[in-house]
């Protein structure tokens, strides 16, 4: 392989597993025997709202009690130190809702650290009234007022089924452009994200795959590395930024 340039990372839930946060498809992935297909669609919300925003809320409130672990702190570093190294760049592509890419970005000292959540933001509203989008941290199960148009109409800033994730056109001119994607910490089993790699590989990246176990496009990857974040994706990092 040439030495790599331009790299893609898409990361999933495991990669904030060993923060505490639960995956969605491993055992115990359920929330008061709700699977996540079941809240996680306009649908569900439409049909019941308090349950939506009761899980919403639920999550929104654990997220912040959690931060960032080695494997987030290592990717912030690659993001950080990459481009001097190589004079190409990291684009971070996060399935994840919560914002501990984020936080590790700033611990790290990114300067300008674009992550993509392209499934939303737990950290983020939606108001269906006047289309804004703002930070928050609080409840809406007693639905609150939008701060923008006065109007009880947000939703949580998350991508459900069906609906389209965001900018997907930055990702595919990201893989498009890239030497090497690596996909962390996901199942595979959730499209477009898990279409990915195959993107990839098509266009000439070489692909590497980070995660506990095979995913379900493990045989999309040119190499798999399988164990929990905390120990190979630092490992893979240092092995980057040393030039191995
Ligand atoms: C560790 C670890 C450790 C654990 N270390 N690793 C039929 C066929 C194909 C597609 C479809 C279909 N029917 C419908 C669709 C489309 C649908 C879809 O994919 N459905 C599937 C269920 C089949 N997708 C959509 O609807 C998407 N939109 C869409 O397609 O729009 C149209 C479109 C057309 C053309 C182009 C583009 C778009 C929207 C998907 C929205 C997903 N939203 C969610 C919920 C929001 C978050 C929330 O509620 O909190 O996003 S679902 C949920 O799954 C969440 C995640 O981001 C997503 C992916 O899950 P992830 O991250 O992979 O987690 P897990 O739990 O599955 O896996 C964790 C992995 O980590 C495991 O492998 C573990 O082993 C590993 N692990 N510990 C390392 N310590």
Redesign the pocket.
Known sequence: MMPPRNIVIL?????S??SGIG????SG?LWEQHR??D??TPEAFARDPDLVHR??DM?REQIQARAPNA?HLALARLQRDWPGQSGGRVTLV????DDLHDRAARAEGVVDADVIH???E?LSVWCTACDARQGWTGALADRPACPSCGVPALR?D????????YR?EAILTAIDEADMFVS???????????GFVRTAAELGAWTLE????A??GTDWFDEARH????R??PAWVEEMLSGG
């Open positions: 990361t999933g839930a495991g990669v597993a060993e995956t969605f498809r491993d992935g996540v297909e809240v996680a899980f919403y999550r494997a996060t399935q994840n809702v392209m499934h939303g737990h949580p998350i991508v459900w089924f069906g609906e389209m994730p997907m962390i910490g996901t199942s595979g089993a959730v499209y477009p994200a898990a980070l995660n506990l176990e995913s379900q164990g929990p974040a905390t190979i994706v």
